[in-house]
């Protein structure tokens, strides 16, 4: 990413290479963390949201200037409900983009040499049964929230 003349094919090798795992308390980072922890890697870095606001850029540029994370796994976000993303959906998308952009330019800009970014976005069937059971997942008409 920042550097681009070394190689960075080696990421699932090098087990002792520094690698942040921005959002590992939520669903999907935690797993991550888990996966990496099981196939023997030695040195994840991770911060909570009281450890380290996302959205605060200098707080993010002083994180990765003193860390030097090899690798970054960007799953953090805002997250919330149907209803929460009903009632403030300027708020969420405003944070989320706050903390993309924050973690994607320090990694840019501290060298990283390789980012991996989960964007996500909620859909549910609009005509399901609640709660929704698997098979219908894939079978209803998407209702949007605008």
Not at 41 to 68: C, G, I, W, Y
Not at 83 to 102: E, M, R
Not at 127 to 132: D, V
């Amino acid at each position: 990413m920042g550097d681009h003349d070394h190689d960075s094919s080696d990421f699932l090798t090098d087990k002792s290479a520094k690698i942040f795992v921005a959002g590992h308390r939520g669903l999907v980072g935690s797993a991550i963390v888990r996966k990496l922890q099981s196939l023997g890697f030695t040195n994840l870095v991770l911060r909570s949201h009281s450890e380290l606001d996302l959205t605060r850029q200098s707080d993010v540029d002083s994180f990765f200037a003193a860390e030097k994370p090899r690798f970054v796994i960007l799953v953090a976000a805002k997250v919330g409900g149907i209803h929460a993303n009903n009632t403030y959906p300027a708020d969420f998308i405003a944070i989320n983009l706050q903390i993309q952009t924050n973690v994607i330019d320090s990694s840019f800009r501290h060298g990283v040499k390789k980012l991996l970014f989960l964007g996500s976005s909620c859909i549910y069937p609009k005509l399901a049964p609640q709660p929704i059971p698997e098979k219908c997942t894939a079978h209803w008409a998407l209702r949007t929230y605008e």
